[in-house]
């Protein structure tokens, strides 16, 4: 299902290094290079990055795969198990989302999120920038901010990081890798073919200081992936000795071919809330907080949305943007949810659509500016003030530190002139936009 780019007013045609659509793929392409076009392939969202030099267009396509699930699927996967493949073209490469699911996933509060993520590049630093995802699931916003340059952490619930990890893995993001730190003297580490084989008569080895991302890990067997280093390109070895030598252990050291022509991609385990934040800014300030379908009390609970209000608010800074995309649902509290998040942030939608018969808003959440003109009542929560109140409190406040200085009671004499602003009386607060 490609989509038309906002910045043109006509649709784009599909790349021809795009496989042709398969079961499942929605649309067929529009032969109207023209602005109006009306085919029901381009009726969806408008998405593209924009990206001079590096990319034009956002592309996505769904199909079915039966059978044997993934290979890094979850322990116990049932081999009928239907996979879900979500393939995106961005900035020249293309990736895919893997989902073990018994229906279609929801893709469209991630895909909106990340059509303002790519078109906004120029207001939040997206190149280099640190970016946090709050309830990452399968990653596809994380994974395309890193291949758009961003250094991300995705956070998940500790017992749900299997399919960001499996997704960042075979995107070329591994997320537990492990360096030999034995067997220097003997040329390496022996590998068998298959957990605790016997010996070979003459058995390769794994050269010491090697970099090998994990695909299993069963005790003390680890089925590895070579990344760096000489020896087999896969196999498995011992971690640990029985009795206690460390052979392999853990490391956050990135091979060095991961370090050039994108970002980067760590995952972590957490739980939301305040601690959790505090936690998150010990590694820095961050400039990009997104969320994606995280809220629904029906399906998350009550003391979800408290959470994660307290997450994005102890995260923002004074240069942190937050988006948060949602998807309407029954009993899912998100008026609740937003009343909570303004009462200390500046809160705006931006965006409402429907499609496929899902209700998907996204929001824009961050610290207020004095230097600013929102054009916002800082007292009037997520409501519209009048044209001018944002001017009109930044000159209050400049005419009270001067007042300071002056004599007690009296105007000091540079107070600026007032400001035109239009008529003075009291307007009725206005709603949002819709």
């Given at each position: 299902?490609?989509?038309?780019?906002?910045?043109?007013?006509?649709?784009?045609?599909?790349p021809?290094?795009?496989?042709?659509?398969?079961?499942?793929?929605?649309?067929?392409?529009?032969?109207?290079a023209?602005?109006?076009?009306?085919?029901?392939?381009?009726?969806?969202?408008?998405?593209?990055?924009?990206?001079?030099?590096?990319?034009?267009?956002?592309?996505f396509?769904?199909?079915?795969?039966?059978?044997?699930?993934?290979?890094?699927?979850?322990?116990?996967?049932?081999?009928?198990?239907?996979?879900?493949?979500?393939?995106?073209?961005?900035?020249?490469?293309?990736?895919?989302?893997?989902?073990?699911?018994?229906?279609?996933?929801?893709?469209?509060?991630?895909?909106?999120?990340?059509?303002?993520?790519?078109?906004?590049?120029?207001?939040?630093?997206?190149l280099?920038?640190?970016?946090?995802?709050?309830?990452?699931?399968?990653?596809?916003?994380?994974?395309?901010?890193?291949l758009?340059?961003?250094?991300?952490?995705?956070?998940e619930?500790?017992?749900?990081?299997?399919?960001?990890?499996?997704?960042?893995?075979?995107?070329?993001?591994?997320?537990?890798?492990?360096?030999?730190?034995?067997?220097?003297?003997?040329?390496?580490?022996?590998?068998?073919?298959?957990?605790?084989?016997?010996?070979?008569?003459?058995?390769?080895?794994?050269?010491?200081?090697?970099?090998?991302?994990?695909?299993?890990k069963?005790?003390?067997?680890?089925?590895?992936?070579?990344?760096?280093?000489?020896?087999?390109?896969?196999?498995?070895?011992?971690?640990?000795?029985?009795?206690?030598?460390?052979?392999?252990?853990?490391?956050?050291?990135?091979?060095?071919?991961?370090?050039?022509?994108?970002?980067?991609?760590?995952?972590?385990?957490?739980?939301?809330g305040r601690?959790?934040?505090?936690?998150?800014?010990?590694?820095?300030?961050?400039?990009?907080?997104?969320?994606?379908?995280?809220?629904?009390?029906?399906?998350?609970?009550?003391?979800?949305?408290?959470a994660?209000v307290?997450?994005?608010?102890?995260?923002?800074?004074?240069?942190t943007?937050?988006?948060?995309?949602?998807?309407r649902?029954?009993?899912?509290?998100?008026?609740?949810?937003?009343?909570?998040?303004?009462?200390?942030?500046?809160?705006?939608?931006?965006?409402?659509?429907?499609?496929?018969?899902?209700?998907?808003?996204?929001?824009?959440?961050?610290?207020?500016?004095?230097?600013?003109?929102?054009n916002?009542?800082?007292?009037?929560?997520?409501?519209?003030?009048?044209?001018?109140?944002?001017?009109?409190?930044?000159?209050?406040?400049?005419?009270?530190?001067?007042?300071?200085?002056?004599?007690?009671?009296?105007?000091?004499?540079?107070?600026?002139?007032?400001?035109?602003?239009?008529?003075?009386?009291?307007?009725?607060?206005?709603?949002?936009?819709?």
């Amino acid at each position: 299902f490609w989509l038309r780019p906002r910045s043109r007013g006509h649709c784009a045609p599909i790349p021809a290094r795009l496989p042709q659509p398969g079961r499942g793929w929605r649309g067929a392409g529009c032969p109207e290079a023209r602005a109006g076009c009306k085919r029901a392939c381009c009726m969806g969202p408008p998405l593209g990055c924009g990206l001079p030099d590096r990319t034009q267009h956002l592309y996505f396509g769904e199909e079915e795969l039966s059978g044997q699930p993934a290979e890094n699927a979850p322990e116990g996967a049932d081999g009928d198990a239907v996979t879900i493949v979500g393939r995106v073209v961005i900035g020249g490469r293309e990736f895919r989302i893997e989902s073990l699911s018994t229906g279609s996933p929801d893709w469209w509060p991630a895909l909106i999120l990340v059509d303002e993520v790519v078109n906004s590049h120029r207001d939040v630093p997206l190149l280099g920038g640190r970016i946090i995802e709050l309830g990452c699931g399968t990653g596809l916003p994380s994974l395309v901010c890193a291949l758009l340059g961003g250094n991300v952490l995705a956070t998940e619930k500790p017992n749900a990081l299997g399919p960001l990890t499996r997704n960042a893995t075979i995107t070329g993001y591994p997320q537990q890798i492990w360096k030999v730190v034995a067997g220097k003297a003997a040329g390496g580490i022996v590998v068998s073919k298959g957990r605790g084989a016997g010996q070979e008569k003459e058995p390769e080895r794994l050269s010491w200081g090697a970099l090998v991302e994990q695909v299993d890990k069963q005790g003390d067997f680890l089925h590895f992936r070579r990344l760096t280093g000489a020896g087999p390109a896969r196999g498995w070895v011992r971690a640990k000795q029985p009795w206690g030598q460390v052979v392999c252990e853990l490391t956050d050291e990135q091979p060095p071919e991961l370090g050039t022509g994108s970002g980067t991609l760590r995952s972590v385990g957490f739980n939301w809330g305040r601690e959790a934040a505090k936690e998150i800014l010990k590694g820095g300030k961050v400039d990009l907080v997104i969320a994606s379908d995280c809220v629904c009390e029906s399906m998350y609970g009550n003391a979800s949305l408290p959470a994660l209000v307290e997450m994005i608010q102890t995260l923002c800074s004074e240069r942190t943007v937050a988006l948060v995309s949602i998807q309407r649902r029954l009993a899912d509290g998100v008026e609740r949810f937003l009343k909570l998040l303004g009462s200390s942030l500046f809160v705006d939608r931006l965006s409402h659509s429907n499609i496929d018969g899902a209700d998907v808003s996204l929001y824009v959440a961050r610290k207020y500016s004095r230097a600013e003109d929102f054009n916002v009542d800082l007292n009037s929560g997520m409501k519209r003030a009048p044209p001018g109140t944002a001017l009109r409190v930044v000159r209050d406040l400049r005419r009270s530190n001067e007042g300071r200085t002056s004599v007690a009671g009296s105007e000091p004499e540079d107070a600026p002139e007032a400001v035109a602003e239009g008529p003075e009386e009291d307007p009725k607060e206005e709603e949002g936009p819709s």
